[in-house]
T-cell receptor, first 113, second 110 residues
Framework: GAGVSQSPSNKVTEKGKDVELRCDPI?????LYWYRQSLGQGLEFLIY????????KSGLPSDRFSAERTGGSVSTLTIQRTQQEDSAVYLC???????????FGPGTRLTVL | DAKTTQPPSMDCAEGRAANLPCNHS???????VYWYRQIHSQGPQYIIH???NNETNEMASLIITEDRKSSTLILPHATLRDTAVYYC???????????FGAGTILRVKS
């Protein structure tokens, strides 16, 4: 079956612009997670959704970052006024229920010039 | 969640078993041990998890010591495609936040 998909696969933007990253989880998975992986920081948790609500936003690095999920399915991570330090691979994962067994997408590589 | 300690890198000959250790001496009774791997330029991939009994699936075996302070992931017949970074993660049941450390870079060589 289809796995987690993310779009775009690559995004290059200029400092100060806003970007939207999309995640399509596995059908029927109620839990959705965003992580990011940067060269100096490794893999870090950003936010978790259960259905359309986000009970854990503890990893969002600043108020420039926000995320939403609609219809218990697609999620969008928005970064406003991008900075160079936002450059990273943004990974989305989903799981059937809240669980450590998470299925990851291929990621979106964001480059902020 | 408890911290984990893994060796930074290991080499393994193709066709041999790869044994990847992990220390988690502060693990609590309701925390599970999860293993993930990340092949270059791909997202992390779930491998296996366990609480206290040894576990086996089509990918690997997980051996957890009786005191649960350490575990070993075993890839029984490593192939070149198993070259990846392997992460050991401790997480409560129904936990949601995977905390990835530096992991172990496993290089499988022919």
């Amino acid at each position: 079956g289809a796995g987690v998909s993310q779009s775009p696969s690559n995004k290059v933007t200029e400092k100060g612009k806003d970007v939207e990253l999309r995640c399509d989880p596995i059908s029927g998975h109620t839990a959705l997670y965003w992580y990011r992986q940067s060269l100096g920081q490794g893999l870090e948790f950003l936010i978790y959704f259960q259905g359309n609500s986000a009970p854990d936003k503890s990893g969002l690095p600043s108020d420039r970052f926000s995320a939403e999920r609609t219809g218990g399915s697609v999620s969008t991570l928005t970064i406003q006024r991008t900075q160079q330090e936002d450059s990273a691979v943004y990974l989305c994962a989903s799981s059937l229920i809240q669980s450590g067994e998470q299925f990851f997408g291929p990621g979106t590589r964001l480059t902020v010039l | 969640d408890a911290k984990t300690t893994q060796p930074p890198s290991m080499d393994c000959a193709e066709g041999r078993a790869a044994n990847l250790p992990c220390n988690h001496s502060t693990i609590s009774g309701n925390e599970y041990v999860y293993w993930y791997r990340q092949i270059h330029s791909q997202g992390p991939q779930y491998i296996i998890h366990g609480l206290k009994n040894n576990e086996t699936n089509e990918m690997a075996s997980l051996i957890i010591t009786e005191d649960r302070k350490s575990s070993t992931l075993i890839l029984p017949h490593a192939t070149l495609r198993d070259t990846a970074v392997y992460y050991c993660i401790v997480l409560m049941e129904y936990g949601n936040k995977l905390v990835f450390g530096a992991g172990t870079i496993l290089r499988v060589k022919s």
